[in-house]
């Protein structure tokens, strides 16, 4: 049992709060900050019962993280705002002694780059301090880490062959929105593609390649390639791995809208002159776009999220294909967000549980593939995210 500082309240910060919410054995007290305190405010008041305290916080600034988590004495630290607050948070932290939790790597505000060296960097340091660092701790990154460490415990002696799928097969009956933080989200896709073969990162042009794929009770949906974090963690966690590529489904109608908003520049990320002020055309993007937090009310339709794994189990190749499914329709009557949200938030809340349980606790920064994944797993459909596994089955890859 424990307490614990939730920083973001946004569509996954709302799942996140709601689960922690609900297991008061676990988490004794539960404070939610945030930039905009109208925002914890309302996710507090949605789940009733006096369960959640709220506060103001501006997580850039290392001293006001410092000052709240002194007030507030928490066991560990969930930081679901952004990426771009990963290492303020984590100096707070390592301030105070206190443990860390987050669902994405972190990203420089200016570089739409992402990789894990920033924070494995204070690996050391929070080792010193006798803290732990879990990172990545949603859906992708989080669950598909820990689909491939159960894989490897379990059903192979060497993976080879590594392919992550992430399809969203709902429909929120907008004509263009993300189903997280836009920025982030746009800043992702029009990136690069990059996967990892025989040692080597192989660049490739954005979305460049892509392929259709079957999904379970989906069917088929074009998948594109590209980067994702957890591939940069497996790869290292896991050398016997030859090849590790990561797809995920986009439709024709979302693509279009994405090329536009990159042809007429609205996707830039450096700073414009707009009548005497300075804006960041995204950034005003994201403000006129849909919330992502708030999609869930006419979303139907499913995500099929997982791993197809290729390798050997003694002596003879196996193929292997771990995922969940998860229902828009039902993540949004328990928790009034959609499947995204969701998927990410269920993992979050769960691995805070494992801190707390002192099964996922060690001084360091880990990512969750270095965790037991039989504890998380044992928990992860009861907790709302029932998952399935085919033995040598087509792979389509
Ligand atoms: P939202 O934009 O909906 O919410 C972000 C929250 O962080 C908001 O409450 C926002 O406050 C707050 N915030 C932003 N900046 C600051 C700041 N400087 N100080 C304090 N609070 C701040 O994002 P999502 O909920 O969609 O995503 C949250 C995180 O989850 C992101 O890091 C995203 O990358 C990650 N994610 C991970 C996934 C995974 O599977 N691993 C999948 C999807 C998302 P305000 O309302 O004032 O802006």
């Known amino acids: 049992m424990g307490k614990v500082l939730q920083i973001g309240a946004g569509g996954v910060g709302t799942v996140v709060a709601h689960k922690m919410a609900a297991l008061p054995e676990v988490f004794s007290e539960i404070t939610l900050a945030s930039r905009t305190k109208s925002k914890c405010d309302a996710v507090a008041k949605k789940i009733g019962g006096d369960r959640i305290k709220t506060?103001?916080?501006?997580?850039?600034?290392v001293d006001e993280l410092v000052a709240l988590i002194n007030k507030v004495k928490?066991?560990?630290?969930?930081?679901?705002?952004?990426?771009?607050?990963?290492?303020?948070?984590?100096?707070?932290?390592?301030?105070?002694?206190?443990?860390?939790?987050?669902?994405?790597?972190?990203?420089?505000?200016?570089?739409?780059?992402?990789?894990?060296?920033?924070?494995?960097?204070?690996?050391k340091r929070f080792e010193d301090a006798g803290i732990t660092a879990i990172l990545g701790c949603g859906f992708d990154p989080g669950v598909t880490s820990v689909f491939t460490a159960y894989a490897a415990k379990h059903h192979f002696d060497e993976i080879q062959y590594l392919d992550i799928v992430d399809c969203n097969a709902g429909n929120h009956h907008k004509a263009f929105a993300t189903n997280f933080n836009p920025e982030i989200n746009i800043r992702e896709i029009t990136q690069k593609g990059r996967y990892y073969q025989d040692g080597k990162w192989v660049e490739t042009g954005a979305l460049e390649i892509h392929k259709g794929l079957n999904y379970p009770e989906i069917g088929e949906r074009e998948s594109y390639?590209?980067?994702?974090?957890?591939?940069?963690?497996?790869?290292k966690n896991f050398p016997t791995i030859?090849?590790?590529?990561?797809?995920?489904?986009?439709?024709?109608?979302?693509?279009t809208h994405l090329r536009v908003i990159q042809d007429i520049g609205m996707a830039r990320i450096d700073e414009v002159d707009f009548n005497g002020v300075k804006?960041?055309?995204?950034?005003?993007?994201?403000?006129?776009?849909?919330?992502?937090?708030?999609?869930?009310?006419n979303y139907e339709g499913y995500?099929?999220?997982?791993?197809?794994?290729?390798?050997?189990?003694?002596?003879?190749?196996?193929?292997?294909?771990?995922?969940?499914?998860?229902?828009?329709?039902?993540?949004?009557?328990?928790?009034?967000?959609?499947?995204?949200?969701?998927?990410?938030?269920?993992?979050?809340?769960?691995?805070?549980?494992?801190?707390?349980?002192?099964?996922?606790?060690?001084?360091?920064?880990?990512?969750?593939?270095d965790f037991d994944p039989d504890p998380f797993l044992a928990r992860l459909g009861e907790?709302?995210?029932?998952?399935?596994?085919?033995?040598?089955?087509?792979?389509?890859?």
Not at 242 to 255: D, H, I, P, S
């Open 55 to 61: 506060a103001q916080v501006d997580a850039d600034n």
């Open 74 to 123: 928490p066991d560990l630290v969930v930081n679901v705002a952004l990426p771009y607050q990963d290492l303020t948070i984590m100096e707070a932290c390592l301030a105070t002694h206190t443990s860390y939790l987050d669902t994405a790597n972190y990203e420089p505000k200016d570089v739409a780059h992402f990789e894990y060296s920033w924070q494995w960097a204070y690996k």
């Open 279 to 297: 804006i960041v055309p995204l950034q005003f993007l994201k403000a006129v776009l849909p919330n992502p937090g708030e999609l869930g009310e």
């Open 303 to 369: 995500t099929s999220i997982g791993c197809r794994i290729r390798g050997l189990k003694d002596g003879k190749e196996r193929t292997y294909y771990i995922y969940n499914n998860c229902s828009h329709e039902a993540a949004y009557k328990e928790t009034g967000t959609q499947a995204v949200s969701y998927t990410t938030g269920v993992p979050c809340a769960l691995g805070a549980e494992m801190f707390m349980k002192g099964i996922w606790k060690k001084p360091g920064v880990w990512n969750v593939e």
């Open 242 to 255: 030859k090849r590790a590529r990561f797809w995920m489904t986009f439709g024709q109608e979302y693509l």
């Open 225 to 235: 390639l590209m980067f994702h974090e957890e591939l940069e963690s497996l790869v």
């Open 383 to 397: 907790q709302g995210l029932p998952w399935h596994e085919k033995f040598d089955v087509d792979l389509e890859l």
